[in-house]
């Protein structure tokens, strides 16, 4: 069984045509400015080269 994690989720938004690329990076960048969240990438395109599965699109 997988997870979702909040990159994967936007990576949904994007694949379903909700998101653009910039705006998630963006929105990226305002989670992680003030160094108190952290998300395992620091671009959305890293996070889909390194971690995101297509098949979670499905979930």
């Known amino acids: 069984m997988a997870y979702l994690t909040t ?34 990438c620091k671009s959305i395109e890293e996070h889909k080269k390194l971690h995101f599965d297509l098949m979670k699109v499905s979930y």
């Open 7 to 40: 990159l994967d989720i936007l990576c949904v938004a994007i694949h379903k045509g909700l998101l653009a690329e910039e705006e998630t990076n963006l929105l990226i960048q305002k989670i992680t400015h003030n160094n108190e969240s952290h998300l395992c």
